[in-house]
């Protein structure tokens, strides 16, 4: 500070009489000048060359130092014109009246003539034309505005059109007059009007636009009509440097931020920005950024865990799953069977419908009442599901849940069993049973088709359990485990009994081979069956 006061003192000096609360301010705004012209924009220039704009220079300059631009520009446009003592704030003058001193020599009396108007507008013309007290700007201004009423008045005929608009024009020309468009919305309403039969006076003082003016707009309206006001939003340079910005903003998210000298694994706005600039040499801002984005498909999105299956034996597993599912004779049945739980029976949350200022908590360390555990079989052709409470998921109850199917569909010929590759499956115990069964025991031949390992989205019955938990377990406070029992119950119950009156096979894609894409089943976009 002291070696630029000593640098500047010729100019200081111009100021040195001025009120502290003036002068200080003025001498800050002054150094801040000086330090961009001197020092922030030859290094912008050595940064960037000939691809530097003052512009951007600027904003870049007022955000590093918290300035606010426009108060930026209007100190560079009063330092040009008037030097440091124009930088000099308003602080503590009295603004005083333009016409303090001639008050009474500037009143007058206008009598308004009702059979001449104008009289009184041509007076008030005078007036403005040798009052030397009055800006030039602001008098150049009303007489042109004075001169227009003039013309207005004496072509005080009706306007109109070659051809009334219709109604699209109408709801157009309506949208264009309610737009923020400044220009567009005059000529919409001009061109309103003249379909109205409106006067050109009423028209100029509507629009505050000159006589010529509106006979263009209105010439140009009958040759072309919407098209002469059509509004183009971009102009072609603005588009193709919208589409390159767009091209490089999705070029760099290809890349990992590593190759740009980032630290992180993953894009954010503001890392995106920093790559572009180091890339491209120019700085962009995090609302442009969004705005790429936005107007592309690309969105954050979170990795999605998905079922891959490591049987080695994967496609010939589907395939023997759907030939025998969809090559079921009259008599056979296909069964889909799984273990659940064990089921703690406490308090369990879950979502529902309840009040703004309502929270429902769940203890985060419960005493458990019990638990409960079943096995259950799905139908696939009648969609019934067949179910068996047990203490354990043992091979002896799998072997009791067997028994009651084959008590249950005794007339059948056939029964298929397909469940996953747990050891309770493959145990000898169910083996054993199974082979006795086909062997000595009357009913059904018993055959198992076994699912690929992690396939469990091959095995409907598992979209039954999650409806079922949805609407019995979760938001639940049983008692006992004899409630809990009994509402699971009730809940397969009335779904056996829905799928009696409403006959529909269990699963969905299942049952149609044609929309098995073999090398995308096995990333699990098959779940819901």
Same mark, same amino acid.
């Given at each position: 500070?002291?070696?630029?006061?000593?640098?500047?003192?010729?100019?200081?000096?111009?100021? !040195?009489?001025?009120?502290?609360?003036?002068?200080?301010?003025?001498?800050?705004?002054?150094?801040?000048?000086?330090?961009?012209?001197?020092?922030?924009?030859?290094?912008?220039?050595?940064?960037?060359?000939?691809?530097?704009?003052?512009?951007?220079?600027?904003?870049?300059?007022?955000?590093?130092?918290?300035?606010?631009?426009?108060? @930026?520009?209007?100190?560079?446009?009063?330092?040009?014109?008037? $030097?440091?003592?124009?930088?000099?704030?308003?602080?503590?003058? #009295?603004?005083?009246?333009?016409?303090?001193? *001639?008050?009474?020599?500037?009143?007058?009396?206008?009598?308004?003539?009702?059979?001449?108007?104008? #009289?009184?507008?041509?007076?008030?013309?005078?007036?403005?034309?040798?009052?030397?007290?009055?800006?030039?700007?602001?008098?150049?201004?009303?007489?042109?505005?004075? !001169?227009?009423?003039?013309?207005?008045?004496?072509?005080?005929?009706?306007?109109?059109?070659?051809?009334?608009?219709?109604?699209?024009? &109408?709801?157009?020309? $309506?949208? +264009?007059?309610?737009?923020?468009?400044?220009?567009?919305?005059?000529?919409?309403?001009?061109?309103?009007?003249?379909?109205?039969?409106?006067?050109?006076?009423?028209?100029?003082?509507?629009?505050?636009?000159?006589?010529?003016?509106?006979?263009?707009?209105?010439?140009?309206?009958?040759? *072309?009509?919407?098209?002469?006001?059509?509004?183009?939003?971009?102009?072609?340079?603005?588009?193709?440097?919208?589409?390159?910005?767009?091209? #490089?903003?999705? *070029?760099?998210?290809?890349?990992?931020?590593?190759?740009?000298?980032? =630290?992180?694994?993953?894009?954010?706005?503001?890392?995106? /920005?920093? /790559?572009?600039?180091?890339?491209?040499?120019?700085?962009?801002?995090?609302? !442009?950024?969004? $705005?790429?984005?936005?107007?592309?498909?690309?969105?954050?999105?979170?990795?999605?865990?998905?079922?891959?299956?490591?049987?080695?034996?994967?496609?010939?597993?589907?395939?023997?799953?759907?030939?025998?599912?969809?090559?079921?004779?009259?008599?056979?049945?296909?069964?889909?069977?799984?273990?659940?739980?064990?089921?703690?029976?406490?308090?369990?949350?879950? %979502?529902?419908?309840?009040?703004?200022?309502?929270?429902?908590?769940?203890?985060?360390?419960?005493?458990?009442?019990?638990?409960?555990?079943?096995?259950?079989?799905?139908?696939?052709?009648?969609?019934? &599901?067949?179910?068996?409470?047990?203490?354990?998921?043992?091979?002896?109850?799998?072997?009791?849940?067997?028994?009651?199917?084959?008590? =249950?569909?005794? *007339?059948?010929?056939?029964?298929? @069993?397909?469940?996953?590759?747990?050891?309770?499956?493959?145990?000898?115990?169910?083996?054993?049973?199974?082979? %006795?069964?086909?062997?000595?025991?009357?009913?059904?031949?018993?055959?198992?088709?076994?699912?690929?390992?992690?396939?469990?989205?091959?095995?409907?019955?598992?979209?039954?359990? $999650?409806?079922?938990?949805?609407?019995?377990?979760?938001?639940?406070? +049983?008692?006992?485990?004899?409630?809990?029992?009994?509402?699971?119950?009730?809940? @397969?119950?009335?779904?056996?009994?829905?799928? !009696?009156? =409403?006959?529909?096979?269990?699963?969905?894609?299942?049952?149609?081979?044609?929309?098995?894409?073999?090398?995308?089943? /096995?990333?699990?976009?098959?779940?819901?069956?």
């Amino acid at each position: 500070m002291p070696t630029m006061m000593v640098k500047y003192a010729s100019q200081l000096e111009l100021i !040195k009489n001025e009120p502290n609360y003036n002068r200080i301010p003025a001498i800050k705004r002054f150094f801040q000048l000086m330090d961009f012209e001197n020092s922030f924009l030859p290094s912008q220039q050595e940064l960037h060359g000939a691809n530097l704009s003052r512009t951007k220079a600027v904003t870049a300059y007022c955000k590093l130092r918290g300035i606010p631009e426009r108060s @930026f520009y209007r100190w560079i446009v009063i330092y040009r014109e008037r $030097g440091i003592k124009g930088l000099l704030p308003k602080y503590g003058k #009295r603004s005083k009246h333009l016409y303090h001193r *001639d008050r009474d020599k500037l009143m007058a009396t206008i009598a308004i003539d009702i059979s001449d108007p104008l #009289r009184c507008l041509k007076i008030i013309q005078k007036i403005i034309e040798h009052c030397k007290l009055i800006n030039p700007r602001v008098k150049a201004a009303s007489l042109l505005l004075l !001169k227009h009423y003039f013309t207005g008045y004496r072509c005080n005929g009706r306007l109109s059109l070659s051809r009334a608009l219709t109604d699209e024009e &109408l709801r157009v020309l $309506g949208h +264009y007059k309610s737009g923020i468009h400044k220009n567009h919305s005059k000529k919409a309403t001009v061109i309103l009007m003249a379909n109205e039969g409106r006067s050109l006076l009423e028209t100029m003082e509507m629009t505050h636009v000159a006589e010529r003016t509106i006979y263009h707009w209105l010439h140009n309206f009958n040759k *072309d009509r919407l098209e002469s006001i059509k509004i183009h939003v971009h102009a072609p340079a603005k588009e193709k440097e919208k589409v390159e910005r767009q091209t #490089r903003v999705i *070029d760099i998210v290809h890349k990992m931020p590593s190759l740009y000298g980032i =630290n992180r694994t993953s894009w954010t706005y503001g890392s995106i /920005a920093e /790559a572009y600039q180091k890339e491209y040499g120019s700085p962009i801002s995090i609302g !442009k950024i969004q $705005g790429v984005i936005h107007n592309t498909d690309y969105s954050w999105r979170r990795a999605r865990r998905v079922l891959t299956s490591p049987d080695p034996e994967y496609r010939r597993k589907v395939e023997l799953l759907l030939d025998t599912l969809q090559g079921l004779k009259e008599g056979e049945r296909f069964f889909f069977i799984d273990e659940v739980g064990p089921y703690r029976v406490k308090k369990y949350g879950g %979502t529902k419908l309840m009040s703004k200022d309502q929270i429902e908590t769940l203890p985060e360390y419960q005493k458990s009442r019990g638990h409960i555990q079943f096995i259950a079989a799905l139908e696939a052709v009648t969609n019934q &599901l067949t179910w068996l409470f047990t203490p354990d998921k043992s091979a002896i109850s799998m072997v009791k849940l067997l028994e009651k199917l084959v008590l =249950n569909y005794a *007339d059948c010929s056939a029964i298929f @069993f397909t469940w996953d590759a747990i050891s309770v499956h493959n145990s000898k115990v169910v083996t054993d049973w199974i082979h %006795t069964h086909n062997t000595t025991a009357e009913g059904p031949h018993i055959e198992v088709v076994p699912l690929p390992s992690n396939a469990q989205f091959l095995n409907v019955i598992e979209a039954v359990f $999650g409806g079922m938990k949805k609407a019995i377990i979760c938001n639940s406070d +049983y008692a006992t485990p004899h409630d809990m029992q009994e509402a699971i119950a009730r809940h @397969f119950k009335d779904r056996n009994a829905f799928y !009696k009156e =409403n006959p529909k096979k269990a699963g969905n894609k299942i049952w149609d081979k044609q929309k098995f894409d073999f090398d995308k089943l /096995a990333g699990g976009l098959f779940r819901k069956m």
